[in-house]
Structures are given as structure tokens and as C-alpha cells.
């Protein structure tokens, strides 16, 4: 488990913990695609834990919301600890598990049914919300974009397709250059969907970077975490071409929602990079005296990042941290740790 009871801590002295609880058969599904990338791309991955959480919730056979409520966090921990480099996904769930847990507290649910109707509509809540966000990233990136502009993009992002969508119905995109994106050749899934919205779109291997960055006016990149220092971490390459753009004096954007911030970061928390396994490189059996790295993803430090598009505004790596500080808790997980509600 990632220990939910401590983005929770009111709990760890409760009775809670003393529950022994099943994660739903749909969880475990859920958990498992997202585990085998099935489900990829962080927003997909955080609407995927949001539905889990509610199909936990539909299910349960608690007699108690004590129990009920044991049962979220204990498929919440399962949810978060697929995939270790995925903030959208932990703050969807932390948010989820501490809004039931602020109304239980209040008594404003009393009952398993009542619990169950809330993480219901906590679900359709946040597919709307994500949708509201994308939107508005959509309109800002939009006009970020030349009259006639040539478009970089590393990887797939579903932030970013819809950007490049919007500046293309504005008549400001031109064409999209992407690259292939290895292990998992992601860029595929980024060209197919370009081509079959009318946008005319070039596809490259990822080595080629520097030999077509010249043709392009601007870099939109996704983000799967954003930490407080403004740095990014996203698809393995992006800083590469983050520094290529640099040096180049292209502007480089990444189209992120504000809940890819990972708060953890504000209180000295280094955000984990995942390394997947070396079978998606080649076959290990045929290299067996070899190391193989393999690196989802990498750094882009915030020197070489134009700014962020996100849901509130066009914002400066610098200025990111007091952007998002309302969206999050003021204190921090030492001061969290004082606080003893009881359920």
C-alpha cells in the first residue's frame, strides 16, 4: 500500500485500520490495466481511479461506514500505487477520500447508502470538472499558436491533442510534426488521431528531433507530474527536446491541468521517476550479460519551459506554486500529522 493513511492521518489511530477489506474484482481490473498501460495518459488514468473508487462503493457489503469507508482507502492505496509517477491520479483519489471523509465527520453521511450516493456523485463531479479544465487549457494553447504555425509534440496527450484541435479550427495551426515515441510508440496514437481530424501531421523517429526542430514555430508537450520549482516530468525525451527548443529559441509549452501539481514537492518530496521493464526494450534473453534501462519518463528542468497552459491560465514555471495554492491543503504532511478527527 502507499499508506493513504497518510494522506489521511486523522485515521491511523482509528478502528479503520483494524477492518480487513477486499478491493473490488473491477478495481483489481481497473489497477491492472492502468499497471499494463491499457489505460495511459494521466488524465485517463485519474478518471479511471475516480470510476474505480465509485465501483468500490457500488459494491461494498459493509454494514457500517466505518467499513465502507475502509474499503475506499484500501482501493484508493491499490489505485495510487500502480503507477508511482502519476500526481492527477493521486489527487484525485486523495481528494475523493478526504471530501467523504470531511462529511462523515460533519454527519452529513450517517449511512452506507448515503456513502455510497456521495462517491456517485463525486465521480460525475470530477469527469465534469476535467472536462471544464481541458477546455479552457484548449482556448489558452490555442492562440499560443501562430497564424499558419508548425506545432512539435512528443508522446500522446490528450490535453494537448485538444489544443492542437482548437488552433486548428481557428485556423492557426498548419501542420504537426511528432515523434514516434519509444518504447511504446505513443506518437502513433498522436498521428492517427491528427490525421483523422484533417490536420496535416509528419511523424518522425525520436533521434531526429534536432534535424526538423527548425521547421516548427512551437513545442506543446503533455505533463504527467509539475513540481514546485516549475520542473516537469513527463514522457522519457521530453527534456531533450526541451533543451533543443531552448538553445533554438523555440518556445516550449506543456498543456497540463493544475492537478498534475504534485503538492508533496512543496515540503521537499522528489517525484519518483517510474522505470519500466526491460522487455518492452527487447527481449532480455538475448542480451544476458547486458544492463537495460528503461525510464518512462525524465526531468525538464523550469529554466528551459516557456510556461504551463493550465486550466487557470498561462503561468510561469516560477509562478506555478502560488497559482495552485488554492487547490490545495496550506499544511503540510509534518503539520497533518497533529490532527486526530475521529470518524
Known amino acids: 500500500m502507499i499508506c493513504f493513511a497518510f494522506e489521511t492521518p486523522e485515521l491511523q489511530n482509528s478502528k479503520l485500520f483494524m477492518v480487513i477489506v477486499l478491493v473490488a474484482k473491477e478495481v483489481e481490473s481497473i489497477c ?23 465501483l468500490q462503493a457500488r459494491a461494498s457489503s459493509a454494514s457500517s461506514v466505518r467499513e465502507a469507508y475502509s474499503e475506499l482507502l484500501e482501493a484508493a492505496d491499490a489505485l495510487a ?8 491520479l493521486r489527487n484525485a483519489l486523495r481528494n475523493a477520500v ?16 448515503e456513502l455510497k450516493s456521495f462517491v456517485a456523485l463525486e465521480e460525475k463531479n470530477y469527469l465534469r470538472d476535467v472536462e471544464q479544465a481541458v477546455s479552457a487549457i484548449a482556448e489558452y494553447g490555442a492562440r499560443l499558436v ?18 492542437l484541435k482548437r488552433a486548428f479550427e481557428l485556423k492557426r495551426l498548419s501542420s504537426v510534426i ?11 496514437l498522436t498521428a492517427r488521431e ?25 513545442v506543446f508537450v503533455g505533463a504527467d507530474a509539475i513540481t514546485s520549482k516549475g520542473d516537469l516530468v513527463n514522457k522519457i525525451g521530453t527534456a531533450t527536446i526541451a533543451a533543443i527548443a531552448f538553445q533554438e529559441d523555440i518556445p516550449f509549452y506543456s498543456a497540463s ?28 534473453r538475448d542480451f544476458p550479460k547486458v544492463k537495460i534501462r528503461n525510464p518512462a519518463f525524465d526531468l525538464t528542468l523550469a529554466k528551459y519551459i516557456s510556461a504551463f497552459v493550465t486550466d487557470v491560465g498561462v503561468v510561469a ?4 506554486a502560488h497559482a495552485v495554492s488554492k487547490q490545495f491543503p496550506n499544511c503540510g504532511p509534518l503539520e497533518e500529522t497533529l490532527k486526530q478527527d475521529k470518524v
Open 257 to 284: 491541468e493544475i492537478f498534475k501539481f504534485d503538492p508533496l514537492t512543496l515540503w521537499g518530496v522528489m517525484e519518483e521517476i517510474e522505470e519500466r521493464d526491460a522487455g518492452e526494450l527487447v527481449d532480455v
Open 178 to 188: 511528432c515523434t514516434e515515441t519509444r518504447p511504446r510508440f505513443q506518437g502513433r
Open 317 to 320: 514555471p516560477q509562478g506555478l
Open 146 to 163: 501562430l497564424k499558419n504555425g508548425v506545432v512539435f509534440t512528443h508522446c500522446h496527450s490528450n490535453t494537448v491533442m485538444a489544443v
Open 194 to 218: 491528427l490525421s483523422n481530424a484533417g490536420i496535416p501531421v509528419t511523424f518522425i523517429v525520436d533521434s531526429a528531433v534536432k534535424a526538423f526542430i527548425d521547421d516548427v514555430d512551437v
Open 32 to 54: 491492472a490495466d492502468i499497471r499494463s498501460l491499457k489505460i495511459q495518459g494521466a488524465r485517463n488514468v485519474a478518471k479511471a481511479a475516480v470510476k474505480a473508487l465509485a
Open 81 to 88: 500505487s500502480t503507477r508511482p509517477t502519476e500526481p492527477m
Open 98 to 113: 478526504r471530501h467523504a471523509l470531511a462529511r462523515i465527520n460533519s454527519r452529513k453521511i450517517s449511512s452506507v447508502r
